[in-house]
């Protein structure tokens, strides 16, 4: 009985799934369905890549931005004893928040362009949004 209900369930997904899938009614059906593979290869390398990338832009980004805000809650968010003082007591909880974040940024960067833009420049590198 679950097998039945499960298999039923099945095909009313797949059947509710193509009902949103875009339809290809330009004269490059034959081009999109060959460069499948491409996309999926590039995007899959993308991320593979952005991963680390992205840990590290936004690690370093998110230790200078907390050094930042400690430095000011002391008084002075230029002054070099606060940063000193920043650097030591937050900076390392930035780095692994902003590290945590930017490998989450880095594979969703990675899939997204590297699927619209295979093994190109842009899918491997970030630009500052």
Do not use: N
């Amino acid at each position: 009985m679950r097998k039945k209900i499960a298999s039923s369930l099945m095909i009313a997904m797949a059947i509710a799934g193509t009902c949103v899938a875009p339809s290809y009614a330009d004269d490059d059906t034959f081009k999109s369905i060959v460069l499948i593979p491409w996309k999926v290869a590039g995007s899959m390398v993308s991320t593979v890549i952005g991963v680390p990338e992205g840990a590290t832009k936004d690690g370093t980004r998110g230790a200078i931005m907390a050094t930042k805000w400690v430095a000011g809650k002391l008084g002075d968010e230029d002054g070099m004893y606060q940063q000193w003082a920043g650097g030591i007591v937050a900076g390392p909880f930035g780095a692994l928040g902003g590290a945590t974040y930017g490998c989450f940024d880095g594979a969703w960067h990675g899939c997204k362009t590297g699927y619209e833009k295979p093994f190109s420049k842009d899918s491997f590198t970030f630009k500052d949004e």
